[in-house]
Structure formats: C-alpha cells, structure tokens
C-alpha cells in the first residue's frame, strides 16, 4: 500500500521559518500532482500549495511569496519551505499526492493522504 508521511513541523515565532517534508513510500507505480494542505482549528481544510509532476506550482493567496513548494521525484518526496510565518499559519499540514498504486486491493490510480504535521505560529 501507499504511505505518506509528513515530518519537520513544530513552534515557531512569528516571523520564522519552517520545511515540511512529505515521504511517499510503499507500492507505488507513479505519482503525479502533488500538494500541501492544512486545517486550522474550527475551520475548513484548504489549499496551500500545488506542484505537478513537471514542477508546475500553485499557491493560495495567502502564502505567496512566503512559502515555496518543491519535490525530489527521485526520492518520491515533497517540500515545503515556509517563511516570514504568520499566527494565522498555525494548522495542521497534510500531504495529498495522486499516485498510481496499490491500495490494499488492486493497482489503481487514487488519492493519498498523510496524517498531518502540527505547525504552530506563536510568541
């Protein structure tokens, strides 16, 4: 089956910088589009950043010019390098990627999930 394993969240002071990892790891053919999202407290979870298999990228409003996103298709792993944080970037970060591979009954193209890094903005 597919992993995704989100790593490199934590407490920071507003102004500081963080990089998210996201490894993919398990019976995987492809991986085609991939992306970081993240869910605050009482809120809906959204887009923060895009990046297709040919480096295209996308980012919400919110984070341009902050926060870049990056893979290494060789290591089947994804970025994302957040600075100038602010309070309002405090969420949980999920990894979401469209992979081709086995999910637990046959081969098949599907979305996976991570479980979430913790990133918290705060003095």
């Known amino acids: 089956q597919v992993q995704l394993v989100e790593s490199g969240g934590g407490l920071v002071q507003p102004g500081g910088s963080l990089r998210l990892s996201c490894a993919a790891s398990g019976s995987i053919g492809s991986i085609y589009d991939m992306g970081w999202y993240r869910q605050a407290p009482g809120k809906e979870r959204e887009v923060v950043a895009t990046?297709?298999?040919?480096?295209?990228?996308n980012y919400a409003d919110s984070v341009k010019g902050r926060f870049s996103i990056s893979r290494d298709s060789a290591k089947k792993t994804m970025y994302l390098q957040m600075n100038s944080l602010k309070p309002e970037d405090t969420a949980v970060y999920y990894c979401?990627?469209?992979?081709?591979?086995?999910?637990?009954?046959?081969?098949?193209?599907?979305?996976?999930w991570g479980r979430g890094t913790q990133v918290t903005v705060s003095s």
């Open positions: 979401n990627a469209d992979v081709y591979g086995y999910n637990g009954i046959r081969w098949t193209r599907f979305d996976s």
């Open positions: 990046i297709t298999s040919r480096g295209s990228t």
